[in-house]
């Protein structure tokens, strides 16, 4: 009678073929043509982002696991073709907003439309229950990887003492 895998072997293989899901990814987003040949791939999040209701920089960013002025650099550059405009915050009349235009909203519905696509054809040999498992343990995951204390933004002034000084660069 087989063995069954023990707890050890299990969290390898799991680790291992995140790795190779997590490179192979990574290629097919080099290879991918783009939707626009105008709209940088980064500014993509964050148009997913305003697809519900208009959001300040600093939420998006927050949100897209990015700094504020790359995001602030992306949306300028939405802003500018159109994509994504700026209206005045209900709550700070000082402060603004971001939200997409129609022209935005469709390209979005496009990038949506082509993500599914390809997936689609990924996964045609799944059944629904194996895609709705699949995105059931997938949305687990990334819940837990943004819940675990080496993804949660830290107090900067709290400082661990075998730590060496990485404020001015990325924790990746």
Not at 15 to 21: H, K
Request: charged share 30%; glycine share 4%.
């Amino acid at each position: 009678m087989p063995q069954p895998p023990d707890s050890d072997s299990v969290r390898s293989s799991f680790g291992d073929s995140l790795v190779r899901a997590m490179k192979l990814m990574g290629a097919v987003k080099q290879r991918a043509p783009r939707v626009h040949p105008q709209v940088d791939p980064v500014g993509y999040p964050l148009m997913f982002n305003l697809a519900g209701d208009p959001r300040r920089v600093s939420e998006i960013a927050e949100r897209v696991h990015l700094d504020i002025s790359t995001v602030s650099r992306q949306v300028s550059a939405l802003v500018a073709q159109g994509y994504v405009s700026r209206v005045a915050d209900p709550r700070d009349g000082r402060a603004h907003m971001l939200t997409l235009t129609d022209a935005g909203r469709e390209l979005l519905t496009t990038l949506r439309d082509r993500r599914n696509a390809w997936l689609g054809e990924v996964t045609s040999e799944w059944s629904e229950d194996d895609i709705a498992t699949f995105d059931t343990l997938l949305r687990r995951f990334a819940e837990d990887v943004e819940a675990h204390p080496l993804f949660t933004p830290r107090d900067p002034s709290v400082r661990d003492a075998t730590s060496e000084d990485h404020s001015s660069k990325d924790p990746a």
